[in-house]
Nanobody
């Protein structure tokens, strides 16, 4: 079973950038598809981005495409989410999640393990 711990959440001004990280332990990190899911105030959780086991394939929600970049370092057991051109509507708790599936899936119920989340707040 893998444990996930997010870090890097902060308060940032609109138009700014931020990188959040997720460190994994307790499992073979490279066996998992990794994803970022967020939940804004008063909103349901929504898929943000995912990356394949090798890092060779990525997938993004339309709302973040072109602004966010997901990456991973299997040697460091860490997945990152680089967020640029941030908007107030990006304010949310960002969760890291791991999936044992073979292919990237945007459905949250395909993710088996979840971190506790890190708060990102974008001020206008």
């Amino acid at each position: 079973q893998v444990q996930l711990v997010e870090s890097g959440g902060s308060l940032v001004q609109a138009g700014g950038s931020l990188r959040v990280s997720c460190a994994a332990s307790g499992g073979t990190f490279s066996r998992y598809i990794m994803g970022w899911i967020r939940q804004g105030p008063g909103r349901e959780r929504e898929f943000v981005a995912a990356i394949s086991r090798s890092g060779g394939s990525t997938y993004y929600a339309n709302s973040v495409k072109g602004r966010f970049t997901i990456s991973r370092d299997n040697a460091k057991n860490t997945v990152y989410l680089q967020m640029n051109s941030l908007k107030p509507e990006d304010t949310a708790v960002y969760y890291c999640a791991a999936s044992q599936d073979a292919l990237i899936d945007t459905s949250q119920n395909r993710y088996d393990y979840w971190g506790q989340g890190t708060q990102v707040t974008v001020s206008s």
